[in-house]
């Protein structure tokens, strides 16, 4: 099997996190520190209109009353949210007009991320291989979106959301913060007040999106927190697929990330998004690393719509992430695939919410969560059927795999149900990594790394085969990276 | 630790709310705004007059809850248990107790408990009072304690029953719990593996009707290696009925060889009654095998249909079915005497839960 090929010889590469370096670049930074100022400056940059000014400071008022959440089972050092950049932005000719006017530090650090700027690389390449537009973001500004053009042809909106905002301000007031209101959480909140940057989408009524769109982000300046805002909306009968990549320089101290994610589904319409997450995780002992602490909500608010969010989580140092579906209209369906590999000093905290509230609504939880080292991985997810829900279905199936005897994996779901014709069903397990299997897997000449990887890539099996093809392989690979050393 | 929630009925500041994770579906501060009256204590005196018969029969009454160990200690191993909670209409009367009771090694009981109400059927509906009691039990090497429950409580009662269960190596706790609600019903078990090889059985059912309130909550502890835990709960909630299953097992590092499996399985007969449910694995040691399952659903109308079509009319396939979901709990009681009694009780509360 290629596949399996590839991941040994990934394995066999040993390198732990090969996207830790750091672009050396002229950064344009604001302040340190967090005021209504720095909110204003924010907003007064991207030349925002005054209603998204006036959104932000009502946001960054109820961010001050509220309190940061401690109920995740992850211990963290708090964040002196007073000691961060809330705008780094590499320095930058007004409006580059091509790819040529960026950066080549930039362009070179995507190109070692392996991420293709360039629509003739991707044009260059094997006749009838597959078209992505990227959204690259670098710490707090969207530097390039490619294919913009080709999607425009289809009516199809991509681009940064500080661009929607200024030529599409209309859609945005529309639906920012309908799904995720301002006051949802503590770093919802938070990010509604500083957000710079993030991607837009616009898919109009009945287009397929002709390739997949994604976003790349990357953390690079230091003592920087990233606050992006992604939107995606999918008038009726529209179809796409997005997909989000993650990195960030090796570094000693802490950084946040903090994005919101609203996903808005019309009638018939279909989301599916895809998250490949490799923050720098820290390193074995717990140093460094990012904190991913993100709000990520499908609203399905049209009847039949459906929206698919498949998570491939092994980097950060602490993640809080629960990406949730909203299932509004009659018949809609929401899906939530989900590996979490953790490993050294690692702390995941991650799961999904499935808010039943239209009749004959569907939701299919699977998550996989893998644990080694030292880390901790929790499962924490919410199924509930409102009372009119009737004919709610879920199907819930959480596997923990634990690699090693100083590793925990949790598994805490939360069903409510309030309607007799609902059906609701949750299945979890936690073993070790079978000895026999193990066994049988080395005396057939694998190495021990390889024996594991080989077994906990059939372990995830089920949900690697939602991502796109080119993630699959990718995510793979990560898996396998992530659990290095971890036996032995 | 088997530490249970500090709460005193009569400091209401101890009372905890929909905040506190653990009570976030059983909001006693809502429902009790204000500490009871402290119930008169009943003029007994038990050393002298221990309310006990030959065949192992007590008939405890409210304040004399903390008596249960010295009650036991006289009673065969095969004891049956009957509380009573006197209510009154309209006055709101508490009353608490804590027990202490060690199993010795190798020793085999058996508890019947019973927990009913000391009032004419016609009055039950208003009557009213709050009872707060927790067990304690030990058990010695080998020591075996079979524990069969019946919570029989008024419509407007609201009840806290709480144990805590310590293990040592080898020995065997089995737990059957039958209730019907009340007010506020919250049957609360912390059990910990503090020896090896012990084996833990916490089963149940719930019949719910109304605006019954049932809360089952247990928190089971593996300290030790090779230790089993099962547990099944199945239950059915109409009219506006709550039911509450929280069950968390946690292993510890080190537990090594622990074998439990968690199983909640619930009918939800009309649109309205709520079911919370919350079981959770909290891991640690990896050579484990562990399992929950959860399912919440309607009754099964292919069931339904295949029973009409024999000839029986709905009702009476509605009750046949509920029935059979619940009756297997009740097959694990090995003592044919109790199984009879409890058979009995289900039977019973299977009618009245039916009854419109």
């Known amino acids: 099997m290629a596949a399996v090929k590839e991941t040994i010889e990934t394995v066999a590469k040993l390198e732990t996190y090969e996207h830790g370096f750091v672009t050396d670049i002229e950064m344009e930074f604001a302040p340190k520190g967090l005021n209504a100022d720095i909110v204003r400056f924010i907003s007064a940059k991207k030349n925002e209109p005054e209603w998204m000014l006036e959104m932000r400071l009502a946001a960054f008022e109820r961010w001050l009353t509220m309190e940061e959440p401690d109920w995740a089972k992850v211990n963290y050092t708090r964040v002196n949210y007073q ?37 003739q690389m991707v044009l260059a390449g094997v006749e009838g291989a597959p078209k992505y537009a990227v959204d690259a973001v670098f710490d707090s500004v969207s530097v390039v979106t490619t294919f913009k053009d080709e999607l425009k042809k289809y009516g199809v909106i991509f681009c940064s959301i500080s661009e929607a905002l200024r030529e599409h ?39 397929r999106c002709p390739m ?43 950084q946040l990330h903090a994005a919101v994610v609203e996903l808005v589904a019309l009638d018939d319409a279909n989301i599916k998004y895809s998250t490949v997450q490799n923050w720098y995780p820290g390193d074995a002992e717990g140093k460094g690393g990012i904190y991913n602490f993100v709000t990520k909500r499908a609203d399905c608010r049209g009847a039949r ?115 007799a014709k609902a059906q609701f069903e949750h299945e979890a397990t936690t073993t070790r990594l079978s000895e026999d299997q193990l066994f049988y897997a080395m005396q057939r000449g694998l190495s021990q790394e390889e024996a594991v990887a080989l077994l906990v890539n059939g372990f ?29 | 630790m088997n530490a249970l929630t500090p709460l ?46 030959a065949d192992g029969n007590a008939v405890i009454v409210n304040g004399g809850f903390s008596q249960t160990p010295k009650i036991l200690a006289n009673l065969a191993d095969r004891a049956h248990l009957t509380y009573i909670s006197w209510g009154y209409p309209k006055a709101i009367l508490g009353h608490q107790g804590e027990g202490h009771v060690r199993i010795e090694a190798g020793r085999k009981v058996c508890i019947f408990e019973v927990y009913d109400f000391g009032i004419a059927p ?5 009557c009213t009072y709050v009872g707060n009691t927790a067990l304690h039990f030990y058990l010695e090497e080998g020591a075996h304690l079979i524990r069969i429950v019946i919570l029989n409580e008024p419509a407007a009662a609201i009840s806290i029953r709480r144990s805590t269960v310590e293990t040592s190596p080898n020995s065997v706790f089995k737990q059957y719990v039958f209730s019907t609600g009340a007010k506020f019903q919250r049957f609360e078990t912390h059990v910990r593996h503090a020896g090896h090889g012990a084996e833990v059985v916490l089963d149940g059912a719930y019949l719910l009707k109304d605006k019954r309130h049932f809360d089952m909550t247990t928190r089971v502890t593996h300290a030790e290696i090779n230790g089993t835990t099962s547990q099944t709960i199945r239950g059915l909630v109409k009219d506006q009925a709550t039911a509450v299953f929280q069950g968390r097992i946690l292993v510890e590092r080190g537990a090594d060889g622990t074998d439990a499996r968690m199983r909640h399985q619930a009918l939800i007969l009309n649109d309205g009654a709520h079911i919370r449910a919350k079981p959770e694995l909290e891991i640690y040691a990896d050579d484990v095998q562990c399992a929950h399952g959860n399912t919440i659903g309607a009754l099964d109308e292919e069931s339904l249909f295949f ?50």
Request: proline share 5%; charged share 25%; with cysteine.
């Open chain 1, 305 to 419: 719509s459906k929206v698919s969010w498949t998570q491939v989580e092994t980097g950060s140092a602490v993640t809080w992430k629960y990406p949730s579906c909203i299932l509004r209209g009659d018949d809609s369906v929401g899906e939530f695939y989900s590996i979490a590999v953790t490993n050294g000093a690692q702390q995941a905290d991650t799961g999904t919410k499935m808010i039943h509230l239209g009749k004959n609504t569907r939701s299919r939880i699977i998550s996989k969560g893998v644990s080694a080292g030292r880390s901790s991985n929790t499962y924490r997810g919410l199924v509930s059927a409102h009372a009119k829900a009737t004919g709610a279905r879920n199907f819930t199936q959480c596997d923990s795999l634990l690699i090693g005897k100083t590793c925990a994996a949790h598994t805490v779901p939360y069903v409510e149900s309030d309607t």
């Open chain 1, 169 to 207: 301000p209309e859609l945005v007031r529309q639906y920012l913060g309908t799904v995720v209101p301002v006051s949802d959480n503590y770093f919802a909140a938070l990010n509604a007040a500083v957000f710079s940057d993030g991607s837009f989408v616009y898919v109009p009524p009945g287009v």
């Open chain 2, 8 to 53: 005193d009925i009569f400091d209401p500041s101890s009372y905890p709310t929909r905040r506190d994770e653990e009570w976030k579906y059983s909001d006693l501060s809502r429902l009790l705004r204000e500490a009871p009256e402290r119930f008169a204590p009943v003029e007994l005196d038990w050393d002298a007059l221990p309310p006990q018969q």
């Open chain 2, 307 to 356: 029973c009409q079509a024999r000839g029986m009319d709905e009702a009476t396939a509605r009750g046949l079915l509920t029935h059979a979901f619940v009756l297997p709990v009740a097959d694990g009681i090995e003592d044919e005497e109790i199984r009879g009694k409890v058979l009995e009780f289900l039977e019973g509360a299977g009618e009245n839960f039916h009854a419109v």
């Open chain 1, 212 to 254: 997949e769109l994604s976003t790349y982000f990357r953390i690079n300046a230091e003592n920087t927190g990233q606050f992006e805002r992604t939107l995606i909306i999918a008038d009726k009968g529209a179809y796409v697929s997005y997909l989000e990549g993650c990195t960030a320089p090796q570094r000693d101290e802490n």
């Open chain 1, 83 to 119: 000691d961060l950049y809330y705008y780094a932005a590499p320095k930058k000719k007004v409006g580059p007009k091509s790819l040529d006017e960026i950066d080549p530090e930039i362009l070179k650090t995507y190109e070692k991320l392996g991420i293709p700027l360039r629509e």
């Open chain 2, 122 to 126: 016609e009055v039950h509906r208003e």
């Open chain 1, 460 to 488: 995830v099996r089920e949900v690697l085969q939602e991502l796109p093809m080119e993630f699959a392989v990718e995510a793979q690979k990560l898996v396998a990276i992530s659990l290095e050393g971890s036996v032995g």
